[in-house]
């Protein structure tokens, strides 16, 4: 069964410093995986994808998210963290190996929190 | 271009009762995804409609129940409120399965 797995229920960081907010994944088949970002009381917004090519996807708001097979993780990264950025990232996964299975299966939140 | 919209943005409904959730997609897509996200829950899949038909459901119950419209546009039925039912309801659209998926701001769903 697909999975996916945010082993840091929050991280905390100081405006300025680099950030990384950590993604696991388990699929059967090939991962297409997505990090969303959700401010107070709003639905989320899309921040990257990787579906398939350079291992380094780049996406909104100067994020960016490394694909690695072997250790099946999509680690979210900002090199220098804003106070705006604080919010709560969900990374999903989504696997289509198996017809009309397919929907994005997400992990439980890092709330990410960037001091002044 | 509009976003996936949802409607309303707040319901308080009394337990027992039904609420009826609503969301239009971004136009051109075709799919749309129900998520509930209860507090301290995380989002769980409720279900998934695609070219007007429900493709797959999560583990909730029969009481929990929605369609698609023609138009593409979706329903989100929960019968018989339960306490518990309590939560934010997100409405996502993608154009193919390969896709990202778009949110729309959600219902706040209040049973008392």
């Known amino acids: 069964a697909q999975s996916v797995a945010q082993p840091e229920d929050q991280v905390n960081v100081a405006e300025g410093n680099p950030l990384t907010v950590k993604c696991t994944y388990s699929?059967?088949?090939?991962?297409?995986l997505f990090w969303y970002v959700q401010y107070p009381n709003r639905g989320l917004q899309f921040l990257l994808k990787?579906?398939?090519?350079?291992?380094l996807v780049k996406g909104s708001y100067g994020f960016e998210a490394e694909f690695n097979k072997s250790q099946t993780s999509f680690h979210l990264k900002k090199p220098s963290a804003l106070v705006s950025d604080s919010a709560l990232y969900f990374c999903?996964?989504?696997?289509?190996?198996?017809?009309?299975?397919?929907?994005?299966?997400f992990g439980t939140g890092t709330r990410l929190q960037v001091f002044p | 271009e509009a976003g996936v919209t949802q409607s309303p943005t707040h319901l308080i409904k009394t337990r027992g009762q039904q609420a009826t959730l609503r969301c239009s997609p971004i136009?051109?897509?075709?799919?749309v995804y129900w998520y509930q996200q209860a507090l301290g829950l995380g989002l769980q899949f409720l279900l998934w409609?695609?070219?007007?038909?429900?493709?797959n459901r999560g583990n909730f119950p029969p009481r929990f129940s929605g369609r698609q419209f023609p138009n593409y546009s979706s329903e989100l039925n929960v019968n018989a409120l339960e306490l518990e039912d309590s939560a934010l309801y997100l409405c996502?659209?993608?154009?193919?399965?390969?896709?990202?998926?778009?949110f729309g701001q959600g219902t706040r769903l209040t049973v008392v």
């Open positions: 996502a659209s993608s154009l193919a399965s390969y896709t990202e998926a778009f």
């Open positions: 699929v059967s088949g090939n991962p297409y």
């Open positions: 990787y579906i398939t090519g350079d291992n």
């Open positions: 999903a996964v989504r696997d289509i190996s198996r017809q009309n299975t397919d929907k994005l299966i």
């Open positions: 136009s051109g897509h075709t799919s």
């Open positions: 409609y695609d070219e007007g038909e429900e493709r």
